[in-house]
T-cell receptor
């Protein structure tokens, strides 16, 4: 069976500090991977998605970036966090192709102070 | 233009009542998929159902049922005999044939079931 992991689960960071959130998927190969952000009480905002190693599509221009160094690893980064980066970050995967059901990880709660 | 509309921002019901969550979508594709997800207070989104555009048959799973009507572009979700554990935010979502790589989520409906 497939599982998706995210860490850390929670993070409190000062403004201007760097960020690295990690997402890994087990039990599948060549998945499509996604990063979403959910502000408090709001909907899901797609940030990045990747259909393969080194392939990143950005949906929203901002101070965040994503990388996919390995097939089942997806990393969300920032060099300098802003207050507005606070939120709940969710990673998701699909099998790719026509299999578009997204399965989500447990999420990371980020608070920027 | 918003492609997935969930007009109900918040709903409160008393336990054991039935409740219907509305979802209206917009697409020009003839082939597409619709989804419902549940987000309990813990935060993780839980996949509930996927329905493709060629299958308008309604589905029932325990206390959950889904009513898909292409004529009105709606994919409504009904919980029968609601329970406190049903309290969550529910998201409707759309995946279009022309962009299967991306799923479009609605804004969500927050359901509170009061004991």
């Amino acid at each position: 069976s497939q599982t998706i992991h995210q860490w850390p689960a929670t993070l409190v960071q000062p403004v201007g500090s760097p960020l690295s959130l990690e997402c890994t998927v087990e039990g599948t190969s060549n998945p499509n991977l996604y990063w979403y952000r959910q502000a408090a009480g709001r909907g899901l905002q797609l940030l990045f998605y990747s259909v393969g190693i080194g392939q990143i599509s950005s949906e929203v221009p901002q101070n965040l970036s994503a990388s996919r160094p390995q097939d089942r690893q997806f990393i969300l980064s920032s060099k300098k966090l802003l207050l507005s980066d606070s939120g709940f970050y969710l990673c998701a995967w699909t099998r790719g192709g026509d299999e578009e059901t997204q399965y989500f990880g447990p999420g990371t709660r980020l608070l920027v102070l | 233009a918003q492609k997935v509309t969930q007009a109900q921002t918040e709903i409160s019901v008393v336990e054991k009542e039935d409740v219907t969550l509305d979802c209206v979508y917009e697409t020009r594709d003839t082939t597409y998929y619709l989804f419902w997800y549940k987000q309990p207070p813990s935060g993780e989104l839980v996949f509930l159902i996927r329905r493709n555009s060629f299958d308008e048959q309604n589905e029932i799973s325990g206390r959950y049922s889904w009513n898909f009507q292409k004529s009105t572009s709606s994919f409504n979700f009904t919980i029968t005999a609601s329970q406190v554990v049903d309290s969550a935010v529910y998201f409707c979502a759309l995946s279009e044939e022309t962009s299967y790589d991306k799923v479009i989520f609605g804004p969500g409906t927050s359901l509170s079931v009061i004991p």
